[in-house]
């Protein structure tokens, strides 16, 4: 079963914040989660001292988090599908936490895309197993991303 799912987008100080945001919400227009318990806000420093918005939220009801597994599954992309698929063994930790990165202009612009930047929504699945399993972790995430 998913435990909980936390999503994390960087503002950078050339991104629009609320953008951004409609980004992350994208992400969860078919759980119950709202605006008020929706998106945190840190501020904080780069490198060369540009200000960065971190935002992050956090899915922690069940069916919050199967409505989150269904609404990326079924706005796949076909090739993206295929990739996740290939790359499911890499992308699930021993500490059963499996890994994705969206983008987050194709997000604002309501569609689910997978990437390799650093520039992303990054997710977090955290599976829970009884006893802990590598390998029943692995068939729930087929199972909701497969």
Same mark, same amino acid.
């Given at each position: ?7 994390? $987008? ?6 629009d914040v609320f953008r951004v945001k409609q ?5 969860? +227009? &078919?759980?119950? @989660? ?9 501020? &904080?420093? %780069? ?8 935002? +992050?939220? #956090? ?9 989150? $597994? /269904?609404? @990326?599954?079924?706005?796949f992309l076909k090739e993206d599908l295929a ?9 699930? %930790? ?10 987050? #202009?194709? $997000?604002? !612009?309501?569609? @689910?895309? !997978?990437?390799? +930047? /650093?520039?992303?929504?990054? @997710? ?8 802990? /399993?590598?390998?029943?972790?692995? $068939? ?5 991303? %497969?």
């Open positions: 079963m998913i435990y909980y799912i936390t999503l994390r $987008a960087l503002a950078h100080a050339t991104e980004a992350l919400k994208f992400f969860v +227009s &078919s759980t119950s @989660v709202r605006d008020r318990e929706l998106i945190e806000e840190l501020q &904080s420093e %780069g490198h060369h001292g540009n200000p960065i918005t971190i935002l +992050s939220l #956090q899915i922690k009801r069940t069916a919050d988090c199967l409505c989150f $597994a /269904s609404f @990326v599954r079924e706005h990739r996740l698929r290939e790359e499911m063994p890499e992308r699930l %930790g021993n500490d059963q936490v499996f890994h994705l990165r969206f983008d987050k #202009q194709a $997000a604002y !612009l309501q569609k @689910v895309k !997978l990437t390799d +930047s /650093s520039n992303a929504i990054t @997710v977090k699945v955290k599976i829970k197993t009884y006893p802990k /399993s590598r390998e029943k972790a692995g $068939a729930i995430v087929e199972e909701f991303f %497969g």
